[in-house]
Structures are given as C-alpha cells and as structure tokens.
C-alpha cells in the first residue's frame, strides 16, 4: 500500500472514533485526533460527500447552550468502509 497523506490518515481516525455509532461534535472530535477544529470540519465535510457521516447542523436557537453547532455520524457506508480496512 502507498503512503497515505496526513489529510488521508485523519479522515480515517475520524471514521475510527465515529464507528463507535456515537454523535460528536467537531470540537470533541478535535480534541480526541488531536487536530484544529477546521481541519476536522474540513475533512467532515468531505466523508460527508461519500456519505461516510451524516452532519446535523443544529442551530442556536434549538441549542441548550445557545450556540450553533454540528453533530457527526457515521453512516452504514462507512461503518462498512472502516471494517473493511486493511490498516
């Protein structure tokens, strides 16, 4: 296998901690892979366009605390796709 890009490598640390079936947030997913929040924003928009995660946005109206935020999911595809990895 060719070596992966580090952008590469994180969409898969991504996937690996969604394929828990939990809901997060992109500032605990960035705490967790120990990344910014843009980058994991980024690279969720992307797995996104795989249909790899769901990302609900939830506004701040309908938020506890008040602020916007975004939950991630994984998907059936990509918990499909991260089980099939030969990593």
Known sequence: MTELLTSDKKKIELLKVLSDGKVYTY??????????????????NFLELL???EIIKVDKEESASGVASYRVKITEKGLKFIKNLKM
């Open 51 to 53: 249909n790899f995660v």
């Open 27 to 44: 500032y605990r997913l960035s705490k967790i892979i120990k990344t910014n929040y843009e980058t994991v924003k980024k690279n969720c």
